[in-house]
């Protein structure tokens, strides 16, 4: 190979190095590119998350979906839902929405929640689809053609086998027998129809019941089934 055809190779050997190097910045460059494009999203949508999360708190129903932490963290509903869920065979998740449900319905209609809970205990033994033959069904064996304006409240009488409208309505009937009868023993007998039994057995077993659940709860005896009748 003479001089000329030297230079010559030299010469394209030194045109391919440029052309690769070249191209090679370029992809480089397109990286770091990308890259930032990508890290300034990131930026941006971590700066937006707080007006996100404040847009989602604001649209309506979004404070009734949310979970009621009060509920799940009060030590007295953990120990009414573990005993029950206990005693009488049901699933823990079931015990804990029978127990938020007692306890709504208690301090809505002016009814100790464990008295309601001790009611289900004896009535239904917490079955909410229980049925007995004169026709009382849920877990409070509410009659429903008897309270057809109560059921009317909460979607009618089709509701009947909805564990909240069940315990809602079943708490409505036990203040208005309390109040009635004037006192939570005879209230209770009412309930049951039972209201010529001198022994006053429905109301004994319900109220040895309430006092299980409240020796489960380890709390000062409730009042409020005592206020009802006022």
Known sequence: MDLADLAAAARRGYLSLTAALHHSLAVVGIAAIAFVAVDGVDMLVA?????????RAAMPGAAAAAPDAGVVADPARQAAAEYLARKY????EA???FVTAAFAAGH?????PLLILAVMAVES?????AESEMGAKGLMQVIPRFHPEKFAEVGGESAVLDPHANILVGAQILREYIRKAGSVQSGLQLYAGAAEDPAAQYAQ?????RQRLEQ????TPLRLAANAAS
Not at 47 to 55: G, L, Y
């Open 95 to 97: 015990a804990e929405e």
């Open 216 to 219: 489960a709860l380890g709390k």
């Open 108 to 112: 809505r209609i002016g009814v100790d």
């Open 47 to 55: 700066a937006r998350a707080p007006d996100a999360q404040a847009a």
């Open 125 to 129: 033994r917490f079955n909410p689809i």
């Open 89 to 92: 065979k049901v699933a823990r």
């Open 205 to 209: 077993k319900v109220m040895a019941e």
